[in-house]
């Protein structure tokens, strides 16, 4: 579903399939022109003006045992990564759990929630990703940021870009629903940003945790090596490289 506005593509479809708007949700996606509520992880606010950005939300079942909203961030993170890789953007890296970067600068981010569909959870995945965004308009967002344009010189349409994503995510949910996130683990550890290196772990801007990224469980966690050798599991947080 295209729509040329939406508060925001992730609270539109999970109002649909807590409503019952919606009899089998699962591989319904819907993309907004325009945002005007845009959320990202830990409600932050996500901006998206007209063409700058393809905004979009993917709605996957989740097996009962495996209720795990991170590894699905972590999978249609692998998805987003190898189709910005195949557009010759060979730098795109994941960084944990949800952005997708360029050299350092995000391109892309992943927010993915769950609702309730008549007893059956369902995931809501809302992919953000900078298309046609210029120096001048990334300048403005208070992070570093990049865009496919940035990258590669070249003016994608939001629409050109979305099926080729839908394609991808399809494929690695399939895995992710069959197999479980081991099977999606190793491509994902292969796209990673900063395996080996020094990292910090914060919440709301205090550092909680230092040490050495050691890769990703079977269920998406984050393995960081503390100072003394000892191996922590990291669930939440936002992760700070030490370059
Ligand atoms: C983040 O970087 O924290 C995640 C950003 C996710 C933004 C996307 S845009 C489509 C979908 N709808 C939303 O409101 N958010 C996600």
Same mark, same amino acid.
């Given at each position: 579903m295209w729509f040329d506005e939406l508060d925001s593509t992730n609270t539109y479809l999970k109002e649909k399939i807590s409503s019952g708007a919606l009899a089998d949700p699962a591989g319904t996606a819907a =993309? =907004?022109?325009?945002?005007?509520?845009?959320?990202?992880?830990?409600?932050?606010?996500?901006?998206s003006a007209e063409g700058e950005n393809l905004t979009f939300s993917f709605v996957s079942k989740i097996r009962e045992e495996r209720k795990d909203i991170s590894? !699905?961030?972590?999978?249609?993170?692998? =998805?987003?990564?190898?189709?910005l890789r195949e557009l010759g953007i060979e730098q795109a890296e994941i960084k944990w759990p949800n952005d997708i970067l360029c050299e350092g600068r995000k391109i892309?981010? !992943?927010?993915?929630?769950?609702?309730?569909?008549?007893?059956?959870t369902m995931a809501v995945c809302g992919i953000g990703l900078n298309i046609n965004m210029t120096q001048q308009q990334l300048a403005k967002i208070d992070q570093p940021a990049s865009s496919v344009y940035l990258e590669t010189g070249i003016c994608y349409r939001p629409e050109d870009l979305i099926n080729t994503i839908l394609e991808k995510m399809s494929f690695w949910f399939e895995i992710w629903l069959n197999e479980g996130f081991a099977a999606v683990k190793k491509r994902w550890e292969e796209l990673a940003f900063g395996l080996g290196l020094k990292i910090d772990i914060s919440e709301?801007?205090? !550092?909680?945790k230092t040490g050495l990224f050691r890769g990703i469980t079977d269920h998406g966690a984050l393995v960081l090596e503390r100072k003394d050798n000892r191996i922590e599991h !990291?669930?939440?947080?936002?992760?700070n490289w030490k370059l």
């Open positions: =993309a =907004a022109k325009r945002q005007l509520k845009g959320r990202g992880r830990k409600a932050r606010i996500w901006n590894s !699905i961030t972590l999978t249609a993170g692998v =998805a987003v990564c190898e189709v892309c981010g !992943i927010l993915c929630e769950t609702a309730d569909c008549q007893g059956q709301d801007g205090e !550092i909680l !990291i669930y939440t947080g936002d992760v």
